[in-house]
Nanobody
Framework: QVQLQESGPGLVRPSQTLSLTCTVS??????????WGWFRQPPGKDLEWVGA???????YYSPSLESRTSISEDTSKNVFSLQLSSVTPEDTAVYYC?????????????????????WGQGTQVTVSS
């Protein structure tokens, strides 16, 4: 059974870097034809795609966040990670990691959310001084 679990600090100071890790169990992140992504949901707003990484290490980011976002993977630990730099209170959200059932585009379209089949439970990240 595929399981994903987000972990990381629940509180980040403004201007610092938000770092989250997604631990995957029951499935190898190096398996073909899938990708691994991050989403977030700010309070009172819709779920927003942040970006994704494929098994060959290719990354794709939301244009609105691309300049501040980095997604990486550690295949030895079967985890992938998100870093979001220069955070502001507007980055406060519940962050989710998920498995994408395909590794081909388009990326970030209106159908992006529907491409994901396994999700973590989400982790609250608050940006505040």
């Amino acid at each position: 059974q595929v399981q994903l679990q987000e972990s990381g600090p629940g509180l980040v100071r403004p201007s610092q870097t938000l770092s989250l890790t997604c631990t995957v169990s029951g499935y190898s992140i190096t398996a073909n034809f899938v990708a691994w992504g991050w989403f977030r949901q700010p309070p009172g707003k819709d779920l927003e795609w942040v970006g994704a990484i494929t098994t060959d290490g290719s990354t794709y980011y939301s244009p609105s966040l691309e300049s501040r976002t980095s997604i990486s993977e550690d295949t030895s630990k079967n985890v992938f990670s998100l870093q979001l730099s220069s955070v502001t209170p507007e980055d406060t959200a519940v962050y989710y990691c998920a498995r994408r059932g395909s590794d081909w585009g388009p990326w970030g379209s209106d159908r992006e959310i529907s491409q994901y089949d396994y999700w973590g439970q989400g982790t609250q990240v608050t940006v505040s001084s």
